[in-house]
């Protein structure tokens, strides 16, 4: 419990450190900022409820607030358009933006599904086959019910596997089998539970510790045409669409941290995903 604080408690010093420094050293040799702008950027939520209850969960309040931020204020994106534009089929605006929410779990529905659909905002969820078909509970918040994935479908959710069980890829000691069932099992057992394609994947953790080229071959090789990590970073129209990169939102965010994580504030973050495993949090390994 005191290294969880500890390490919770650091990461917050970290992050302001970080985006404070990014937002002086903006103004003072970037003027308004433009050249932050580039590529696309993939937010990371979490859970959304009234009263967070972790670093990973947002408030209704301030979800509604940075929602409203990016309608006004950015290109939204879907992985729809992300995997046509790496396809070179299409353009995008430098510095759009993309919603995801992984873990699936029941505040997406109940509090981010009436303000993503308010401020029109393209988004996707990853949903843990294993959480959704047992109804079971991820750091005690209920995950989403099928028949509620259905719903945020219609209403322009895109759809994604977070693997069968959650555990890391590649931390775990899985063998061929095991990894396959994580990847290409989670698909085939979304697509005929919610009787809808499966084509995106989200890493668990999705940091270099849970990623390598093992797991990047077995999703590959389980269908999936795009798949996200938990790296800090933008995407370049070169990069590895299995290998996306994305930026966390954290409870503990202002808005104008917020603002400053959509122009790079966070992607010096990267370092602590490749390297500083202490300031990451506990992996489920089984």
Known sequence: MMREKIRSEAKRASRALLTTSHRYLRQLFAGDGAR????????????VRPVPRNDWSVSVCKFAQQMRFLADHHTLVSLDDILAWLA??????????????????????????PVVEQYRIPATVFVVEE??????????????SPDQIRVMAKHGFLVGSHGRTHVSLAASALNREMLAA???????????????????????????????ALVVAAVQDAGYQLALTSVHGNNG???????????????MDSLSTYAELLRGGMDQWAWIDNHATWLQSTRRTQ
């Open 182 to 212: 994580e990847t290409a099992g989670s698909r085939t057992g979304l697509e005929n539970l919610l009787a809808m394609p499966i084509r995106y994947f989200a890493y668990p953790y999705g940091t270099k510790r849970d990623v390598n």
């Open 88 to 113: 070179c089929k299409c353009d995008i605006a430098e510095g759009a933006i993309a919603v995801t929410f992984d873990d699936g779990l029941q505040g997406v529905f109940n509090y981010a599904l």
């Open 36 to 47: 932050t702008l580039q590529g696309v950027r993939i937010l990371t939520y979490h859970d």
């Open 237 to 251: 129209s070169a990069q590895d669409p299995l290998q996306l990169k994305r930026v966390k939102v954290e409870r």
């Open 131 to 144: 959480s959704t078909l047992k109804s079971k509970t991820w750091d005690g918040e209920p995950a989403l």
